[in-house]
Structure formats: structure tokens, C-alpha cells
């Protein structure tokens, strides 16, 4: 079982940024595609981005398309997401997921390690 250690959430006003980071505790980081969850209280799992293991495909959800950008640096084992004119709407829990596969995925269901979570909110 690989770790997923997520850090770099807080607290931002509306229109500010955050760059989230995802540390691997596994060497086989790069074999595997990555992506970037969130959820906000009574609400499901939703996805927001994924990547594939060399950082040459990535896939955004419509609703951060344009505003959030996935990246990974597999030299260190980490996975990050750049998040740009954020919105009280992107408020929530945001988890990084590692992928049972090499390739992208926007369903959970592909997804079998997943870090504890970072809070992120914005304030209107």
C-alpha cells in the first residue's frame, strides 16, 4: 500500500491561489497515473483532475478547467495541483489518489490509495 501524504490547504479569499502537494511514499511513483479529488460535507467523492504516469495527458472537470493545473515532478515522488481564481464553490476536503494504472481516470473506482485529506477554503 503505497502513502498519499497531501499538505499545502488553507484558508484564501476568493480569486486568491493555493498549490496543493502530494508526497509518495513509494518508488514506483511514476508507474502509476495520479489524480486530485474533493469533497465537502454530505456530498459524494468528486473528481477534479487527473494525470498519467509521465505527466503528458492530464484531464480536468469542466468546473476547475482553465483555473486548476495538475503536475507531478516523479524525480520526488510528488503529485501537485496548482489552483488559480479560486471561488467559495471549490471549498472542501481535497485528496490526492493514486491510480491502479499507468493511464488517467476521473472514477474513483480506478483509484486504490488515497491520503488523508487537506482543507481548503475560500472565503467570498
Known amino acids: 500500500q503505497v502513502q498519499l501524504v497531501e499538505s499545502g490547504g488553507g484558508l484564501v479569499q476568493a480569486g486568491g491561489s493555493l498549490r496543493l502537494s502530494c508526497a509518495a511514499s513509494?518508488?514506483?511513483?511514476?508507474?502509476?497515473?495520479m489524480g486530485w479529488f474533493r469533497q465537502t460535507p454530505g456530498k459524494e467523492r468528486e473528481f477534479v483532475v487527473t494525470i498519467n504516469r509521465s505527466g503528458g495527458s492530464t484531464y480536468y472537470a469542466d468546473y476547475v478547467k482553465g483555473r486548476f493545473t495538475i503536475s507531478r515532478d516523479n524525480a520526488k515522488n510528488t503529485l501537485y495541483l496548482q489552483m488559480n481564481s479560486l471561488n467559495p464553490e471549490d471549498t472542501a476536503v481535497y485528496y490526492c489518489a493514486r491510480n491502479l494504472y499507468s493511464g488517467t481516470a476521473y472514477d474513483a473506482r480506478y483509484y486504490t490509495d488515497w491520503g488523508q485529506g487537506t482543507q481548503v477554503t475560500v472565503s467570498s
Open positions: 513509494t518508488r514506483t511513483f511514476s508507474s502509476y497515473g
